[in-house]
């Protein structure tokens, strides 16, 4: 199974890599986390 965005987010994070700035090439977009959020797992 493959991780989730949320996933990659932290795990850059965690190494302390610096995010993409909105709308860079290669970053996620609104829609990358309108989909993210329909398959959360509830806690």
Known sequence: MR???YAN???KRKR??????????????AANF???KQTARKK
């Not at 302390?16 to 977009?29: D, H, N, Q, S, V």
């Open 16 to 29: 302390g890599e610096k995010m993409r700035k909105k709308g860079a090439k290669g970053a996620p977009t």
């Open 9 to 11: 987010i932290h795990a």
């Open 34 to 36: 309108a989909r993210a």
């Open 3 to 5: 991780k989730g965005l």
